[in-house]
């Protein structure tokens, strides 16, 4: 089972690149979110989704785009890339209903932005 | 004042003894909390739910709200050097992920 898998793990950009993150869960899980992780920022949502066809922003949207086409994929793009944007990216997923909040996590992209 | 805060550490202790993790809030409404557990270079893994008030424990784990002080803790018994990592507390006040906030996490290293 291979839960929720990022691709790439680390990429280099020079500023003004555009790049998009790849997510893809296996859990039949309708929702699906993205986070960054900056160093005494803790973990902040950029976007999320509750099913294919339904995006919304989170805290942190500015800079970046989502699409949800499947219920298995929610690419992250970045449209013009900018050294702010550096960061460790996180793709998530769970379930609609149930208990627990279980917001299971990939293991990450690293992102620099040059 | 932050909604959530968490002592970034880092803490150390050796290795069996009993490990002390905390997050005060500021929103009154949070009823639901959570401790994620995030090794290094990994992506944050579920460890405890708690609904509201009370504990619950989980083998060496307890998790413990106290609404009332806004305060909860999550308590690791005879720690491990696999207990290292970051742990990171996150609570909400809807059963809804876009609502969790999350803790900047404490950073705990279990010295053998």
């Known amino acids: 089972n291979a839960g929720v898998t990022q691709t790439p793990k680390f990429q280099v950009l020079k500023t003004g690149q555009s790049m998009t993150l790849q997510c893809a869960q296996d859990?039949?899980?309708?929702?699906m979110s993205w986070y960054r992780q900056d160093p005494g920022m803790g973990l902040r949502l950029i976007h999320y989704s509750v099913g294919a066809g339904i995006t919304d922003q989170g805290e942190v949207p500015n800079g970046y785009n989502v699409s949800r086409s499947t219920t298995e994929d929610f690419p992250l793009r970045l449209l013009s890339a900018a050294p702010s944007q550096t960061s460790v990216y996180f793709c998530?997923?769970?379930?609609?209903?149930?208990?627990?909040?279980?917001?299971?996590f990939g293991e990450g992209s690293w992102l620099t932005v040059v | 004042q932050k909604e959530v805060e968490q002592d970034p550490g880092p803490l150390s202790v050796p290795e069996g003894a009993i490990v002390s993790l905390n997050c005060t809030y500021s929103?009154?409404?949070?009823?639901?909390f959570m401790w994620y557990r995030q090794y290094s270079r990994k992506g944050p893994e579920l460890l405890m739910y708690?609904?509201?008030?009370g504990n619950k424990e989980d083998g060496r784990f307890t998790a413990q709200v106290d609404k009332s002080s806004k305060y909860i803790s999550l308590f690791i018994r005879d720690s491990q050097p696999s207990d290292s990592a970051t742990y990171l507390c996150a609570m909400s006040a809807e059963y809804r992920d876009d609502k969790i906030i999350f803790g900047k996490g404490t950073r705990l290293h279990i010295l053998p």
């Open positions: 929103n009154s409404a949070f009823q639901y």
């Open positions: 708690t609904y509201s008030s």
């Open positions: 998530a997923s769970s379930r609609l209903q149930g208990r627990g909040n279980t917001i299971y």
């Open positions: 859990m039949n899980h309708e929702y």
